[in-house]
């Protein structure tokens, strides 16, 4: 364990965060991908196609939205709407499985292999390889693939084979497991398209890259509207791609909050949240040093949450750090807090959004009243809610 | 110090606790007299990356009953205690160990007789205070070369272990099916060239054959998944830790005879 001191300059290194936790194995990989990702980031024409991509095929720019009824009913700050939900594929997703897919064709790899919790990074990378051509893999809890089998059936019916996954508590943890298990096996014909800002340098680097046009549009966009920044940028956090996205354009301006919101599960005791600020302590899970929620020997909690995108017991090492420096702040919002946030934004905007960003939606239902009229929230939608029909179904009475 | 006895030396896995650590124990005993120079004595972890889904299947149960780092060492004490001649090297993914306290699990390591440490999921680069730690208590570090491995990577690996190097037969978890005279032949040659440790080839060797069929180019063989399916199917059977380790002793022996 390198400790904070040392470590801070190492690439890779979020603080005392990060790192490279994996089998030998996988080391050229991981190797391999650095120097492709650094020399693609670099090279114009990677990043001209890129843009195109993101313009042409996923509908970037996404649109800043004045969410004019919800904040006369907070009756305190402006509340903006990031609208990654607008994107193809209904997330943020895509913004990073293009990059990844795109890259993988830069090295020469024919085989994509991904995991997925609530399905929508299956769906991103099961289009990004139909659009490309490669053969797809996508592992998904057996959980998870019970809950949002909607998106199952989009990934096989644009060609991906689709593996369930039967242990431990068959969501995206294990889905993660399977995925590196097949990684370590088949490393040197596949390319493993990790979706989140988590695992072993370089992808929680190379995943946040590829989201920071997020915070990058809404910064000029809200400059644009209001002219002045806004007060606080508010994400729901998971392994915390679309957080750091949106979060990294304002790292620098001190005065703007960021708030990366957790998923508070039925409650917070250990197993019954996946909140890893609250009950979680640093250790190592699937190639990286982060927080983590674990029992006293080590072994990894179980997690739960109504939304399979953010039941997951770890969090992104770049949110590690910045919880602990205090540059951003980390709350959470429980199943019932969501329900009533999806419900109230469905009501007040026309907008459903996913399970997922509809935590972010409760913490400013929370935060817009106690603040001034002149004061701005943006929330990041990252994703519709399409694909939680039938969760809420079970759960809302429409 | 970790040295073999015969030639090829035998490495012998067990996930401790599997299906509980009177059973492990028993086990190990009779690896050892069955010819084992090295034991490894395996922590279960909620999610074993590097592993096959028979070793997966050893961790769930050993969790399920509750063991813990620290009855692995207690155990290992126990066993130190009975067969003071023998090898023991803790066989761990990284998180127990930080969680118990790394300085903390070294002097204790040392303490109840442990020669070594094998943690799958740290790469040198990563190992700074733990080799530091290691050295200060005389505890061998042991790393992982993979046939991915670039011929730099190799060399770091061998300057950084003690013991002996653990040769990843094949990319894979382990016990997949392996081809022993495909990759690990090569890699064992490549490691050859920058140290002169004893080289130790694991995953996928399951039988006398393969046994000896990396006799004739490594050091050692290691035999983990195949010894814990042995003891799952016995203890399927609900057979006593005595006789788990009499069936486990056996094949030790027939994987012995044959060299």
């Known amino acids: ?50 843009a195109e991509l993101l313009a042409n095929f996923a509908g970037r720019p996404t649109p800043l939205f004045f969410a004019e009824r919800l904040t006369k009913k907070l009756g305190g700050a402006k509340v903006y709407l990031k609208r990654e ?35 929508q990074h299956g769906v991103a990378t099961a289009t990004v390889c139909a659009l490309f051509g490669l ?36 969501t995206l943890k294990d889905a993660i497991n399977e995925a590196m298990r097949d990684w370590v096996t088949n490393v040197r014909s596949t390319y493993y398209l990790l979706g989140s800002a988590l695992g072993a340098h370089p992808y929680p680097t190379m995943v946040r890259d590829f989201h920071r046009v997020i915070g990058r549009e809404a910064r000029a966009q809200i400059l644009k509207a209001e002219g002045k920044l806004p007060n606080a940028v508010i994400a729901c956090v998971g392994g915390g791609s679309n957080a750091i996205g949106i979060f990294h354009e304002f790292i620098r301006d001190k005065k703007v909050k960021l708030i990366g919101v957790e998923a508070g599960g039925r409650s917070l005791a250990l197993g019954e949240h996946a909140a890893r600020f609250s009950g979680g302590s640093p250790g190592v899970l699937q190639g990286t040093y982060s927080y983590l929620l674990q029992n006293e020997s080590g072994q990894v909690a179980t997690t739960h949450s109504i939304s399979a ?46 399970l997922e960003s509809a935590h972010a939606v409760a913490e400013a239902i929370k935060r817009a009243p106690k603040m001034k009229k002149r004061e701005i929230i943006i929330i990041n939608i990252s994703g519709r809610g399409d694909k939680d029909m039938g969760i809420l179904q079970e759960n809302i009475r429409a | 110090m970790i040295f073999f006895r015969s030639q090829p030396g035998l490495v012998a896995y067990v996930t401790c606790g599997d299906p509980d650590l009177a059973t492990s124990r028993a086990v190990i005993l009779s690896a050892i007299d069955a010819g084992a120079d090295v034991i490894e004595l395996g922590v279960p972890f909620s999610d074993p990356v590097a592993d096959g889904p028979v070793i997966q299947r050893a961790s769930e149960r050993a969790l399920k009953n509750g063991t813990r780092l620290e009855d692995v060492l207690t155990l290992a004490e126990g066993v130190r205690n009975s067969r003071p001649l023998t090898n023991l090297i803790i066989f761990s993914y990284l998180n127990p160990l930080i969680r118990y306290g790394l300085p903390k699990f070294v002097k204790r390591a040392k ?20 080799r530091l730690l290691m050295e200060k208590s005389h505890l061998a570090p042991i790393f992982l070369a993979a046939p991915t491995s670039t011929d730099a990577r190799l060399k770091k690996v061998a300057a950084a272990s003690k013991g002996f190097i653990y040769a ?86 027939c994987v012995k005879k044959t060299t």
Not at chain 1, 90 to 117: C, D, P, S, V, Y
Not at chain 1, 143 to 165: K, S
Not at chain 1, 316 to 342: C, F, I, M, Q, W
């Open chain 1, 1 to 50: 364990m390198a400790r904070a001191k040392e470590a801070k300059n190492i690439p890779g290194r979020f603080g005392a965060y990060g790192g490279r936790y994996v089998p030998e194995t996988l080391m050229a990989a991981l190797e391999e991908l650095e120097a492709a990702y650094a020399k693609a980031k670099k090279d114009k024409k990677f990043q001209r196609e890129l």
């Open chain 1, 135 to 170: 053969e797809c893999v996508v592992y998904m809890g057996a959980e998870d693939m019970r809950r949002q089998e909607l998106n199952v059936f989009r990934m096989r019916l644009l060609g991906a084979e689709v593996r369930g996954v039967e242990s431990g508590s068959r």
């Open chain 2, 168 to 253: 990843v037969a094949r990319t894979g978890v382990t016990g997949a099916k392996t081809d022993v005279r495909g990759d690990a032949q090569q890699l064992v040659k490549r490691i050859k060239k920058s140290s002169k440790l004893p080289v130790a080839v694991g995953f996928g060797i399951a039988n006398a054959e393969d046994f000896q069929a990396v006799g004739k180019y490594a050091d050692a063989a290691v035999i983990g998944t195949a010894i814990v399916k042995i003891i799952e199917e016995q203890s399927a059977k609900a057979a006593s830790p005595e006789a788990v380790a009499a069936a486990v002793g056996k094949f030790i022996r």
């Open chain 2, 111 to 130: 303490e109840v007789g442990v020669d070594g440490v094998l943690a799958v999921d740290l790469i040198v680069e990563e190992a700074g205070e733990y």
């Open chain 1, 309 to 354: 995108g953010l039941d997951y017991p770890s969090i992104g090492p770049e949110h590690a750090a910045l919880h602990d420096s205090g540059r951003a702040e980390y709350v959470n919002a429980s199943d019932k807090e969501t329900l009533e946030a999806l419900a109230l934004l469905s009501r007040t905007e026309g907008i459903i959004p996913a």
């Open chain 1, 85 to 119: 939900d607008l994107l193809h594929t209904g997330a943020h997703k895509i913004n990073n499985a293009l990059g990844q897919a795109l890259l993988a064709r830069r090295m020469g790899k024919k085989r994509i292999i991904a995991e997925t919790g609530a399905g």
